[in-house]
């Protein structure tokens, strides 16, 4: 199956695919991840938007598509994938003229649950994962799990910084929710409570993927 996650920043979409994609036998593909992966390992793609980066200028949607199409390309994703996300309608277009996307799930959360949660958040500086102080703590306050790193909190995770990081995405987006709920594969899923563990919203998730596939009990 090949599916899409959408959702706004701090809609937890990264997390709860990281979640679901080993329960169901795909691949998770992080559109950030793999952008960073192809331009350290010099992949065709990768060595355009580089040249781009170097010049500290916006990579071209062609190219910054073309990574995500080289990437669902390889074989781990032959059975199917998670993409989170798309960064608009234009690139959604094209990644479907290569692969048929069968579902879109569509994050929904309130304003005041993206900033809470967000404004909670703390990254490692040395290894990038990710805490929260409310609902995925550490095991050491200020100390990373994985690799005895330092947790901090980014500058675009307070609350006046969020807010514009919203407006962002409301205005990119719309075109792309569009496009898929015309195309009949798109399916909202409500976040109805913003501190609950994420492993409630993945099951919750899960659920809606397997009443799309048939698989429900």
């Known amino acids: 199956m090949r599916l899409v996650f959408l959702g706004p920043p701090g809609s937890?979409?990264?997390t709860y695919a990281s979640r679901i994609a080993p329960k169901i036998g795909v691949s998770h593909i992080a559109v950030g991840d793999i952008f960073r992966k192809a331009i350290a390992?010099?992949?065709?793609?990768g060595l355009k938007a580089k040249e781009f980066y170097d010049r500290g200028e916006t990579v071209p949607n062609e190219i910054s598509t073309g990574i995500i199409i080289e990437r669902l390309s390889q074989p781990d994703c032959k059975d199917g994938f998670i993409l989170d996300s798309p960064y608009n309608d234009k690139q959604a277009m094209e990644i479907d003229k290569n692969f048929k996307i069968d579902l879109v799930i569509n994050i929904t959360i309130s304003e005041e649950g993206v900033i809470g949660r967000l404004s909670t958040r703390r990254v490692c500086r040395k290894c990038g994962a990710i805490y929260?102080?409310?609902s995925v703590k550490p095991k050491v306050e200020g100390i990373c799990d994985k690799c005895g790193g330092e947790l901090y909190q980014r500058d675009?995770?307070?609350p006046d910084a969020i807010r514009k990081r919203l407006n962002v995405y409301d205005e990119r987006a719309g075109p792309l929710l569009e496009y898929?709920?015309?195309k009949g594969v798109l399916k909202d899923v409500v976040t109805e409570d913003p501190s609950l563990p994420p492993e409630v919203m993945a099951e919750k998730i899960e659920?809606?993927?397997n009443e799309f596939s048939g698989n429900s009990d």
Not at 41 to 45: A, H, V
């Open 207 to 209: 659920k809606a993927i």
């Open 41 to 45: 390992e010099g992949t065709p793609m």
């Open 180 to 182: 898929y709920r015309e």
């Open 12 to 14: 937890g979409k990264g």
């Open 156 to 158: 675009d995770d307070k």
């Open 132 to 134: 929260n102080i409310k």
